[in-house]
């Protein structure tokens, strides 16, 4: 699987972080929340089966789950893995899984994360650095190189599209 996320997601609800969405790849480990795991139909991945790309900056919690489980990371914050890295990845897995959640983003390019809105504040951690080039490269690579099996888009969030609707919604028209 190939995680492309600015976050680990391997928080818990004891971690102090109760919003699920940033616990689902420790379930997938076996890990993580209680209440995720219980809804797994298939085994556990295994931690070598796991890349990440786009990873920036760890909690001191995350970091110690990742080395906990044995799974390889690299935080990016100096640059996103290289094509060379990813493509050896590929050599070993034929079939993949995509996981893109679209704050590995920087929300300089593309503002419809959770970063670029300033009236939101999370757990402390930063948004992505990606640009969009590096995503099309990177997903290209994946493409041409792996058979994909499966691919999750996660927190896309178009902030000015709502607020745009909530200002429409007073005119008659759009009105039931």
């Not at 102090?16 to 940033?22: R, T």
């Not at 931690?47 to 919690?61: E, F, M, N, T, W």
């Not at 951690?125 to 690579?141: D, F, K, S, T, V």
């Not at 999750?152 to 599209?161: C, G, K, N, S, V």
Request: a negative charge; one cysteine or more; glycine letters at 8%.
């Amino acid at each position: 699987m190939i995680w492309i996320d600015a976050h680990p997601d391997v928080s818990t609800p004891q971690n102090g972080y109760p919003n699920p969405h940033a616990m689902v790849l420790g379930s997938l480990l076996g890990g993580g929340a209680p209440q995720l795991r219980e809804l797994m139909d298939h085994p556990a991945f295994d931690p070598a089966d796991i890349l990440y790309v786009g990873l920036q900056s760890l909690h001191d919690y995350q970091e110690l789950f990742l080395k906990d489980a044995g799974v390889p990371f690299k935080v990016q914050t100096d640059g996103i893995l290289s094509p060379k890295i990813i493509s050896a990845f590929l050599k070993e897995h034929a079939q993949v899984l995509v996981h893109l959640d679209i704050d590995v983003l920087s929300p300089h390019v593309f503002p419809n994360t959770y970063f670029a809105n300033p009236e939101l504040v999370g757990d402390g951690c930063g948004g992505g650095i990606m640009e969009m080039a590096q995503l099309h490269r990177i997903l290209a690579l994946i493409n041409r190189e792996a058979q994909l099996c499966g691919l999750t888009i996660a927190e896309h969030l178009p902030f000015a599209e709502y607020q745009l609707q909530q200002t429409l919604k007073v005119l008659d028209i759009f009105k039931a």
